[in-house]
């Protein structure tokens, strides 16, 4: 069974700081997702990756397959990026069954 | 191209009841995702519907099932209600089955059990 560990648990920020949140699992996998969830409770894909490093606008993620090791970056952070972000991974490979983050509770002050 | 859509937002019940929960997929999408959110706690994967046919399924007792229509859209049914029960229930669709594969998420059922 996969463990995913995130960290921190809670970050707090000043606009316009850099903000890293790790993600580490214990099981090799096919890929890992990045989700966003604002207060309302849905929730949104920011990622999937298997390998390398993706961007869209202000987000970066990477992955380290060796390490089993991803990280989310928010550039220029805004307070419409208060959210909480939660990687997921598979069980196993390409298991149908993803295991979660408990999530990293992100606020971001003006 | 509509998003993943679910019914109802809110609900109340009380312990021994049943409930059903709606997801309606996206748009392509062949397999759905049923997953419970207690407050504070990452998802937690119930089951995955694959055309039609259970796909998988997490630790939950049997008094959670679920069904998948032809038109892919799905339903979570949960008997017997209890009060640890209560939590976000989303479903997420998929082009096809495997963590691989990029989920879109329904706002989300809010059950209070009482």
């Known amino acids: 069974k996969n463990e995913v560990e995130q960290s921190p648990q809670n970050l707090t920020a000043q606009e316009g700081e850099f903000i890293t949140i790790n993600c580490s699992y214990s099981?090799?996998?096919?890929?890992l997702h990045w989700l966003q969830q604002h207060p309302g409770g849905g929730i949104v894909s920011l990622f999937m990756l298997s390998s390398g490093k993706k961007k869209h606008g202000r987000l970066i993620a990477t992955i380290n397959i060796q390490e089993k090791h991803s990280s989310l970056h928010i550039t220029a952070s805004h307070p419409r990026d208060s959210a909480v972000y939660i990687c997921?991974?598979?069980?196993?490979?390409?298991?149908?069954?993803?295991?979660f983050g408990k999530g990293t509770k992100l606020t971001v002050n003006p | 191209e509509t998003g993943v859509t679910q019914s109802p937002t809110h609900l109340i019940k009380t312990r021994g009841q049943q409930v059903t929960l709606r997801c309606s997929s996206q748009s392509g999408h062949n397999t759905v995702s049923w997953y419970q959110q207690a407050l504070g706690q990452g998802p937690q994967f119930i089951f995955q519907y694959y055309r039609e046919e259970e796909n998988g399924r997490g630790n939950f007792p049997p008094r959670f099932s679920g069904l998948q229509f032809p038109n892919y859209s799905s339903e979570l049914n949960v008997n017997a209600l209890e009060l640890d029960d209560s939590a976000l229930y989303l479903c997420?669709?998929?082009?096809?089955?495997?963590?691989?594969?990029?989920?879109?998420f329904g706002p989300g059922t809010r059950l209070t059990v009482l």
């Open positions: 997921a991974a598979p069980t196993q490979g390409g298991s149908e069954k993803l295991v």
């Open positions: 099981v090799g996998i096919s890929a």
């Open positions: 997420a669709s998929s082009l096809n089955p495997g963590g691989d594969n990029e989920q879109f």
